[in-house]
């Protein structure tokens, strides 16, 4: 499916939703997903959440639900800003719920570009245009962090992965999602397009 870019990311933070407590905190919920990597599964289990200081760097600490596996990751700018907006980690909802609260925020926040998603049935090929918020729900975090990694390009994949507690590579290959041009962009001012 889809992840959002670094810029989306900046206008979903970025976008005033004071007004509405309920957006805000379902905003910055995501954000805090975006920006560790974790299931939304492991983001309900609050108490097991440990935030810890190792080196004057902050980080969460968790074990995962899903594989029981210890998963550390540094605290982002964002993410610091938010435990200290609310002393804490945000009061979760139900997945469902989120789902549903986030295509609003992403909506409200202009999260809309166009995404073309093509569908083979019975060897035809169709093509369906979807609005980029009606693609969203919570697990496109693990999928905006593992590809934003990815494209930052200063981690290893295997340190992503044991960020994202992620032990297959083809597993983990699942969740980067860097289309062609993106991916041509980024590597455009290597050495090897500059012979």
């Known amino acids: ?14 976008f005033d939703f004071s007004s509405t407590p309920k957006l805000e905190r379902v905003r910055d919920i995501f954000i805090v997903q975006c920006d560790t990597g974790l299931r939304y599964n492991d983001l309900k289990q609050l108490d097991k959440l440990v935030l810890k200081t190792v080196q004057n760097i ?3 600490q ?3 639900r899903k594989t029981d596996q210890e998963v550390i990751i540094p605290q982002s700018r964002r993410t610091k800003e938010i435990l200290t ?3 804490g980690f945000p ?13 609003e925020v992403c909506t409200l926040a202009g999260i809309d570009s166009d995404i073309t998603i093509r569908k083979y049935h019975a060897g035809v090929q169709k093509k369906e245009v979807y609005k980029k918020w009606e693609l969203i729900g919570t697990h496109t975090a693990r999928r905006t962090f593992a590809t934003n990694a990815i494209l930052e390009g200063s981690m290893p994949k295997m340190t992503i992965m044991i960020m994202t507690g992620h032990k297959s590579e083809k597993t983990f290959d699942g969740y980067v999602r860097v289309d062609s041009l993106t991916s041509a962009l980024q590597y455009a001012d290597t050495p090897f397009f500059n012979q």
């Open 1 to 14: 499916m889809i992840y959002l870019s670094t810029d989306d990311l900046k206008q979903l933070y970025e």
């Open 58 to 60: 902050p980080m969460i």
């Open 62 to 64: 968790v074990f995962t």
């Open 85 to 87: 907006k609310y002393s």
């Open 91 to 103: 009061r979760v909802i139900s997945n469902q719920k989120m789902n549903d609260y986030l295509k």
